[in-house]
C-alpha cells in the first residue's frame, strides 16, 4: 500500500473529465465505441482520466506505459472484472484469478492445451471444419451477413476443440443458444431479480455447467485410465495430474467457460476483419495465392502439417496486419494495488487503470502510416522492437493463453479462403463499427461468396 510520503502522491493527476455523478462517462464510452479514448488522447495527450462502469478510471496508451502496466502485475495492479463477469463466468478460472502464485500454476497447466504438439493433434479437424463452413457459405444465399456466420463457426470451432470433434449436432445446436443467451446478458446490470438479465444469464450457466459435467467425468476417466488426451479439456486434465494437482470440477467447469467465451468472440471478431481487408486489397489475396503456390498448397482441401503453416511467411504477416489495424480485444482494465506514476502523472490507489490496445497500435511511431493495410510492412519490422507497440493478445503475465491457437484458426481460415473461394463486399463500402464486446462490423459485413469449385 502506499503511504502519503510516497513520491507519485505529489504527482497531478492526468487531465481529463469525470462526467456526471455515479454514472460518469458511460454512456460515452459505450455509445462512441473506438472515438471516445481517441477524441480524449488527441485533447489531453497518452494519459488522461475519465469515470467509466462505476470506476475512476486512468486510459493508457503508448508502448511505454503500457509496458508498465502490464509488467506491474501483482506488484502496481491487480486483476479488476465487473461482478457480472464473475457471477456468470465463475471465479475459479485463469483471468478472474487474483494471486500471483495460484494464477502461474494454473496458466501452466492450460497452456500445455496449447502447446505445439496439442496444437499439432486439432490442426487437422480445424482445416476441415473451415473448408466445410466456407463451402456452406459459398452455397448458401448471397450475400451472407459473415459476423454472424464467423461467430457461428468460430463457436463450433472452440467446442470442438474443448470437448472433441466428434460432437452430437443436437448437443451443439442445444448448447449453443445457452452460451449466446448467457453471453448476451453478462453486459447488464448487476440485479440477480426474477426477469432480469442477469438471472437470465446464470439460469443458462447452470445448464452449461450440466453439460461440462458430463464432459469432465469423462475425460477424467478416460485419463485415469491412460488413455492419450487429444482434445482441450482431456490436456488440461492430464497436465494437472501430471504436476500432482486434482482440479475440482468447479475449476474446470470454469476454465471451460472461460476459454468457450474468450476463445470465439474474439477470433470471430478476427475472422470477419481478415475477410473485410482482404475483399478490400485484391492484391493482398493474390499475394497469399503466390504464397500456397509457392509451397505447392493450392489444392483445396490438400492437409497442412503446422510446419508448412509456419512456412507460409505472407500469410503470417496478412494475420499479423489484420490484427494489427483490428484487434478484436480494445485494452484491458486493471486495479491500482498503491498509488503510482505513469507518464509523469500519479495513478490512485484503488483507482481502475486501462491499457489501450487499439490507441497503442495507431499512436506507435513504430509504424509508417499506420492506418494503412500492409501486411508487406512485417517483412521489414524488427518483432522484439514492436513488443509493446503490437500487442493484440495483451502481455506479462497475463497474455492471452489462446494466442498460438487464435493464430492458427486465423492463418487456417486465410489458406481456406483464397484456396477455396472469392468474396465481395455486397455494398462495396468499409462498414461502421461497433467495439463492444469486441471490434465488429455494425451491419454484420454482408458479403457475396462464390466457390472456386
Ligand atoms: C487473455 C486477446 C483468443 C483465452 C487475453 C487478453 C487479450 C486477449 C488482449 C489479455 C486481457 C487483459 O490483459 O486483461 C485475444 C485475441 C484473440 C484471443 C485478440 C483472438 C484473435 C483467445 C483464445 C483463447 C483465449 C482462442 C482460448 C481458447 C484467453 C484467456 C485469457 C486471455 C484464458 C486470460 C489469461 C490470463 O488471465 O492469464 N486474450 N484472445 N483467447 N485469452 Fe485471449
Known sequence: ???PSDPACALPLPEGTTGLPIIGETLSFVLEGADFSRKRHALYGDVFKTHILGHPTIRVRGAENVRKVLRGE????????????????????????????????RKKIV????????LEIYADSMQAMIADTLRTWCRGPQPLAVYPAARE????????????FHQDEDEISRVGPLFKTAVKNIFSLPLNVPGSALRKALQCRREIDEWLKRHIHEKQA???????????????????????????????QDTAMELLFAGHETTSSAATSLIMHLALQPQVVQKV?????????????QPLSLEQVGRLTYVGQVVKEVLRLSPPVGGGFRRALKTFEIGG???PEGWAVMYSIRD??????????????????????????????????????????????????????????????????????????????????????????LSLD
Not at 77 to 93: A, H, K, S
Not at 289 to 301: A, F, I, N, V
Not at 372 to 385: C, E, H, I, L
Request: aromatic share 8%.
Open 153 to 164: 463457426m468460430m463457436f463450433r470451432l472452440a467446442i470442438a476443440v474443448l470437448v472433441g
Open 360 to 449: 497503442t497500435h495507431s499512436a506507435s511511431q513504430v509504424f509508417s502510416s499506420p492506418e494503412q493495410f500492409d501486411p508487406d510492412r512485417w517483412g521489414s519490422v524488427d518483432s522484439t522492437a514492436t513488443r509493446y507497440d503490437f500487442l493484440p493478445f495483451g502481455g506479462g503475465p497475463r497474455a492471452c493463453a489462446g494466442k498460438e491457437f487464435a493464430k492458427l484458426q486465423l492463418k487456417l481460415l486465410c489458406v481456406e479462403l483464397v484456396r477455396t473461394c472469392r468474396w465481395e463486399l455486397a455494398d462495396g463500402k468499409v462498414p461502421e463499427t461497433k467495439t463492444v464486446p469486441v471490434l465488429h462490423p455494425a451491419n454484420g459485413l454482408p458479403v457475396n461468396f
Open 1 to 3: 500500500y502506499s503511504t
Open 111 to 118: 497452456m500445455r492445451a496449447f502447446r505445439h504438439d496439442a
Open 289 to 301: 495465392h503466390e504464397d500456397l503456390e509457392k509451397h505447392g498448397l493450392l489444392q483445396p482441401d
Open 222 to 252: 478416460q485419463i485415469w485410465r491412460g488413455e492419450v488426451p487429444d482434445d482441450v479439456l482431456s490436456f488440461i486434465i492430464s497436465s494437472a495430474k501430471d504436476s500432482g494437482e486434482k482440479l475440482s470440477d468447479q475449476e474446470l
Open 74 to 105: 501483482n506488484d502496481i495492479v491487480g486483476t479488476m472484472w465487473p461482478d457480472n463477469f464473475r457471477m456468470v463466468l465463475g471465479t475459479e478460472n485463469l483471468a478472474m484469478c487474483s494471486s500471483g502464485p495460484v494464477h502461474r500454476q
Open 345 to 347: 502523472f500519479q495513478v
